[in-house]
């Protein structure tokens, strides 16, 4: 079946360092892509996402590449803050499954001031 | 504009105890979605509704736990009985058809423990 994988965590950089958070899917058809992040004690929020291959998606700082050929969809960001702190999650929407929603495991960064 | 709101935030109980969460989804959201989140795990979703009816409930343990929306706003989530295993974060979500595709925005979510 559908599934994301992405990088265990924790990972913890300094502020300014650059951030890659690795991502994986597996699919049948071509499935929407997504990076939702969970800061502590909130739900969460969709951070980007693309809709077919080879879109990148961006919002605050971070992106990330819908790549079919790698089945990937890693996250981003050149200069991290310490308010990046949060939970990531990689999630896929799986096509002509009433559009439901398949979330990787999360990986938790600490940015260190 | 008011986000997902839930209650309780947290909740401890005993097993064998019978809990109920809720959720207000944002106004006008005519999908609700319930979520439930293991330690160190993603969300996975527990049951799906358009309106008040429940168009996805395949992943919801049916022997205990049960869901209302009968009004096609505010929903419950029940279990009854409660199990050690059921402690987690439950997480409600709401999308709206006329927003972007697949956008769900969700709430704070309930934490359960369960003694």
């Known amino acids: 079946g559908n599934s994301v994988t992405q990088m265990e965590g924790p990972v913890t950089l300094s502020e300014e360092a650059f951030l890659t958070i690795n991502c994986t899917y597996t699919?049948?058809?071509?499935?929407?892509l997504f990076w939702y992040v969970q800061y502590p004690g909130e739900g969460l929020q969709l951070l980007l996402k693309?809709?077919?291959?080879?879109d990148k998606g961006s919002n605050k700082g971070f992106e990330a590449t819908y790549r079919k050929e790698t089945t990937s969809f890693h996250l981003e960001k050149g200069s991290v803050q310490v308010s990046d702190s949060a939970v990531y999650f990689c999630?896929?929407?799986?096509?002509?499954?009433?559009?439901?929603?398949?979330f990787g495991k999360g990986t938790r960064l600490h940015i260190l001031p | 504009e008011a986000g997902v709101v839930q209650s309780p935030r947290y909740k401890i109980i005993e097993k064998k105890q019978p809990v109920a969460f809720w959720c207000n989804p944002i106004?006008?959201?005519?999908?609700l979605y319930w979520y439930l989140q293991n330690l160190g795990q993603g969300p996975e979703l527990l049951i799906r509704y358009e309106n008040e009816e429940a168009v996805d409930d395949s992943q919801l343990p049916k022997d205990r736990f049960s869901a209302e929306r009968l009004k096609g706003v505010d929903s419950t989530l029940k279990i009854q009985p409660a199990e050690l295993g059921d402690s987690a974060v439950y997480l409600c979500?709401?999308?709206?058809?006329?927003?972007?595709?697949?956008?769900?925005?969700f709430g704070p979510g309930t934490r359960l423990t369960v003694l």
């Open positions: 106004s006008g959201h005519n999908t």
């Open positions: 999630a896929l929407s799986e096509v002509n499954r009433d559009d439901k929603i398949i």
């Open positions: 699919a049948t058809g071509y499935p929407s």
């Open positions: 979500a709401s999308s709206s058809p006329r927003g972007n595709h697949n956008e769900q925005f």
């Open positions: 693309a809709t077919k291959a080879d």
